[in-house]
């Protein structure tokens, strides 16, 4: 019996040593639980070899945890621009300088252009225009751009309006500009003299100056003397025959007066080849002298009456008399015959001669200090 069963034990124990043996033993009888064990029964882990690792007694290894991110600073606010500083020129036109300022009479468009400098987008400025201290009117004007680079970087705007003035005085205008979030504000202001539209002879001031200079604009002949006397007659009598008026016009009114300001009635030259010459036009009744095509001096004369009509044609002065004659023509410059440029009294203001072309005796000297032997004269009708 004790050999019996000390082969068994020694039996026993090469089929463990062996790796085959111990696998298929250790399996039968866990076969033979699980086919006789509950649904719900846990079915127990096969045991490991030893050092062999095993699934569910080795914990699964860990990912070591990532660093933690470094928090992210708030983003500064940024600063908005601060507002532009701006400049602007404000320029008038529709005016005339006289006395060494502006001027304008009532009622004429007074036109005015503002330039800012630099152009920021969606900027508004108000224009207020006053007479004396009359508000005229108010508008406001958006800022546009101009000129080259007008849009861009350093560029300008711009901003036009027009005003008349109603009544004489002072007229001011006045540009504002409120500050805004993108550009700073501004002021500027012009002002100019409003004059009234008529005069009388014998008058002086500011209004008869400006007519002067407008009538010696249009070359007629005509003293500077800031006085409405007998020469600024004649020289507006002569202006309104080349309006087609008639003539023996010497009255100032406003339909002169805006005719000269914009200046209407000016001598046609039809010659111009021959230098230093006469024009005779007998359909206005004005004596032009002339250098080549350009007018000189413009006076007004009476030609030959219908019975005794001027000569028509180009002639040469031929032959001069300074002071008298017997027959009272003053200061003569013949151009062919008997017919001359000459003064005398009276000059009536339509054609009244034998055919001579008489002037006021004011006007002889000069006009026969201007001529020269072989001077042309030339007569004719438009």
């Given at each position: 019996?004790r050999?019996?069963?000390?082969?068994?034990?020694?039996?026993?124990?090469?089929l463990?040593?062996?790796?085959?043996?111990?696998?298929?033993?250790?399996?039968?009888?866990?076969?033979?639980?699980?086919?006789?064990?509950?649904?719900?029964?846990?079915?127990?882990?096969?045991?490991?070899?030893?050092?062999?690792?095993?699934?569910?007694?080795?914990?699964?290894?860990?990912?070591?945890?990532?660093?933690?991110?470094?928090?992210?600073?708030?983003?500064?606010?940024?600063?908005?621009?601060?507002?532009?500083?701006?400049?602007?020129?404000l320029?008038?036109?529709?005016?005339?300088r006289?006395?060494?300022?502006?001027?304008?009479?009532?009622?004429?468009?007074?036109?005015?252009?503002?330039?800012?400098r630099?152009?920021?987008?969606?900027?508004?400025?108000?224009?207020?225009?006053?007479?004396?201290?009359?508000?005229?009117?108010?508008?406001?004007?958006?800022?546009?751009?101009?000129?080259?680079?007008?849009?861009?970087?350093?560029?300008?705007?711009?901003?036009?309006?027009?005003?008349?003035?109603?009544?004489?005085?002072?007229?001011?205008?006045?540009?504002?500009?409120?500050?805004t979030?993108?550009?700073?504000?501004?002021?500027?202001?012009?002002?100019?003299?409003?004059?009234?539209?008529?005069?009388?002879?014998?008058?002086?001031?500011?209004?008869?100056?400006?007519?002067?200079?407008?009538?010696?604009?249009?070359?007629?002949?005509?003293?500077?003397?800031?006085?409405?006397?007998?020469?600024?007659?004649?020289?507006?009598?002569?202006y309104?025959r080349?309006?087609?008026?008639?003539?023996?016009?010497?009255?100032?009114?406003?339909?002169?007066?805006?005719?000269?300001?914009?200046?209407?009635?000016?001598?046609?030259?039809?010659?111009?080849?021959?230098?230093?010459?006469?024009?005779?036009?007998?359909?206005?009744?004005?004596?032009?002298?002339?250098?080549g095509?350009?007018?000189?001096?413009?006076?007004?004369?009476?030609?030959?009456?219908?019975?005794?009509?001027?000569?028509?044609?180009?002639?040469?002065?031929?032959?001069?008399?300074?002071?008298?004659?017997?027959?009272?023509?003053?200061?003569?410059?013949?151009?062919?015959?008997?017919?001359?440029?000459?003064?005398?009294?009276?000059?009536?203001?339509?054609?009244?001669?034998?055919?001579?072309?008489?002037?006021?005796?004011?006007?002889?000297?000069?006009?026969?200090?201007?001529?020269?032997?072989?001077?042309?004269?030339?007569?004719?009708?438009?």
């Open positions: 019996m050999r019996l069963m000390l082969g068994l034990t020694i039996a026993t124990c090469a463990i040593a062996a790796p085959g043996a111990g696998v298929a033993l250790a399996a039968g009888p866990v076969a033979r639980r699980t086919e006789t064990a509950s649904p719900s029964a846990p079915t127990p882990a096969s045991p490991s070899a030893p050092g062999a690792p095993s699934a569910l007694a080795s914990p699964p290894a860990s990912t070591p945890p990532s660093a933690p991110a470094p928090p992210v600073a708030p983003a500064s606010p940024v600063a908005p621009a601060p507002p532009v500083a701006a400049r602007v020129r320029r008038l036109s529709g005016t005339f006289v006395g060494g300022g502006l001027v304008t009479v009532t009622g004429r468009a007074v036109a005015f252009r503002g330039l800012v630099p152009y920021v987008a969606g900027q508004w400025v108000q224009v207020q225009s006053y007479v004396g201290t009359r508000l005229l009117a108010t508008e406001l004007l958006r800022v546009k751009p101009s000129g080259a680079g007008g849009g861009g970087a350093g560029g300008q705007g711009a901003f036009t309006a027009t005003v008349r003035s109603p009544a004489a005085g002072v007229l001011r205008v006045r540009v504002t500009h409120p500050a979030a993108a550009m700073g504000g501004f002021s500027a202001q012009r002002a100019l003299t409003v004059l009234g539209d008529s005069a009388r002879p014998g008058s002086r001031g500011l209004l008869v100056e400006l007519v002067q200079q407008r009538l010696r604009a249009l070359h007629f002949h005509l003293p500077w003397t800031g006085v409405f006397d007998q020469g600024t007659q004649l020289a507006l009598d002569a309104h080349l309006l087609g008026w008639g003539e023996g016009n010497r009255s100032l009114g406003a339909a002169t007066v805006n005719d000269l300001l914009d200046g209407r009635g000016t001598f046609a030259v039809r010659f111009p080849h021959q230098g230093r010459h006469a024009e005779g036009d007998l359909t206005h009744q004005v004596l032009a002298l002339v250098d095509s350009r007018v000189q001096a413009i006076y007004p004369i009476s030609s030959g009456k219908p019975s005794t009509p001027t000569i028509l044609g180009s002639f040469r002065v031929y032959y001069r008399v300074p002071g008298y004659l017997p027959d009272g023509m003053y200061y003569s410059d013949f151009f062919i015959t008997g017919y001359a440029i000459h003064g005398y009294d009276p000059a009536p203001d339509h054609p009244a001669s034998h055919g001579c072309m008489r002037l006021p005796i004011v006007d002889a000297i000069p006009v026969f200090n201007w001529l020269a032997l072989g001077d042309w004269v030339d007569t004719y009708y438009r």
